[in-house]
């Protein structure tokens, strides 16, 4: 009787759901959404991470761009890009301790460069480790790698440099990184872009 009774009220609450569901639905219809776009992120992890690590951690940057109105496709690198999309596509490339060491090296780049974006060849470089050392004894370092990630591809998709607040501020660390997102002027501009691909 009890089980019987669960289901009961279980199918209730999903029918009540449902009622939600296609009033928010409607609702939606008059709200003025900004027009969606979408980028195409190819990602190739060097460093290791659990599956589960990367999935949150992009979930993470795709919350990013879900709120300018930005949907990502993941993808991996050597996956074939369709026509329609080469204009959207970017590489995010996540090295492992080595790999950076040396890059960070080359460039001389300074103790506290969590990545870097490298316009012409539409690539990001995140470097894992100094995420890891950075996340350490705090939060869950997926969500500032998902923010580092959402930064250097920001780098891509954006013309300036740092900002003072935001996402696209030169430091993320784990104690600010959570509330960290676009403007709506960099959300405008990034749909703006997105939206003439011939003009990048
Ligand atoms: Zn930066």
New binding site residues.
Partial sequence: MAGRSIRKLAIRNLAAAATVFLMLGTGSVAWAAPAAERIVLGVIDYSGLAPSDLARAEAEASRVYARIGVEVTWTGTDVPVAPEDASRFFRVVILSRTMAQRLIKAEQLQDN?????VRPARRAHIFMHRVGEAARGAADFTTLLGKVIA??V??LLLPG??TEEGI???N?YPGNCRSLWFSEAQGAEIRSRLSRPGQA
């Fill in positions: 460069v969590l990545g870097r974006a930064h250097e920001g780098h440099g740092h696209m501020q030169g993320l």
